[in-house]
Structures are given as structure tokens and as C-alpha cells.
């Protein structure tokens, strides 16, 4: 069982950043891949960025050279960095994690078998 908690979500203007975190707690095992996803309303959840534990990475095209993932193994703490955020941004975000070793999927939220409970994001334009 892994839990994870999400925070640093927040109301912030086009153009601003934003500095997400998880908390992860529970079994290793179960966080050989971990990745921050979103779902706006009406819309399907979608994948932002992955990170396995050999630090390979993955972003969506539609974040990439804006949001950057990383995580510090001591804290088990996964953390996504979002900068020049647009008013497209507004989500509520998710944090994952799966006991599968991911490369090429790491944005596939049908392999991720645990999640938070989300932050939302708001990004007024």
C-alpha cells in the first residue's frame, strides 16, 4: 500500500509558477514509477510528466520546457515544478505511483496503481 498526499496547488496568474509536492509513505515497491497528472472539468485525465527510479523522464508536449519533475528519495517526496503557467493549466493535479518499472508508458495513467487525493491548480488569465 503506498499513500500519497499532494499540496502546493494554488491560485495563480498566466505567466506565474507554481511548485507542486507529494508525500509518499508505504511500500518502495510500489514507487518504481511515479508521475503528476491532471484533469480539468470535462475533460480525461491526462499525463503531465513520469519519472521511474532510475530517473528516466517524460513529458507531455504540452508542458515540456515549462514543468520539470523531480524527487528526492531520502524525503520520499516527488515535487513538479510548473513555471509560465497558462489559463490551459487549470487542473486539478495528481500525484501516482506504480510498482511497475516504466520508460516508454510513464504517462499512461491505466499503469499507475496508486493515487492522491489531488491539488488544484488555477490559472486566471
Known amino acids: 500500500q503506498v499513500q500519497l498526499v499532494e499540496s502546493g496547488g494554488g491560485s495563480v496568474q498566466a505567466g506565474g509558477s507554481l511548485r507542486l509536492s507529494c508525500g509518499a509513505s508505504?511500500?518502495?515497491?510500489?514507487?518504481?514509477?511515479m508521475g503528476w497528472f491532471r484533469q480539468a472539468p470535462g475533460k480525461e485525465r491526462e499525463g503531465v510528466a513520469g519519472?521511474?527510479?532510475?530517473?528516466?523522464?517524460m513529458y507531455s508536449e504540452s508542458v515540456k520546457g515549462r514543468f520539470t519533475i523531480s524527487k528526492d528519495d531520502a524525503k520520499n517526496t516527488l515535487f513538479l515544478q510548473m513555471n509560465s503557467l497558462n489559463p490551459e493549466d487549470t487542473a486539478m493535479y495528481y500525484c501516482?505511483?506504480?510498482?511497475?518499472?516504466?520508460?516508454?508508458?510513464?504517462?499512461?495513467?491505466?499503469?499507475?496503481?496508486?493515487w492522491g487525493q489531488g491539488t488544484q491548480v488555477t490559472v486566471s488569465s
Open positions: 508505504g511500500s518502495r515497491g510500489s514507487m518504481s514509477s
Open positions: 501516482a505511483s506504480s510498482s511497475a518499472y516504466l520508460i516508454n508508458n510513464l504517462l499512461s495513467p491505466e499503469r499507475y496503481n496508486y
Open positions: 519519472i521511474n527510479s532510475d530517473r528516466a523522464i
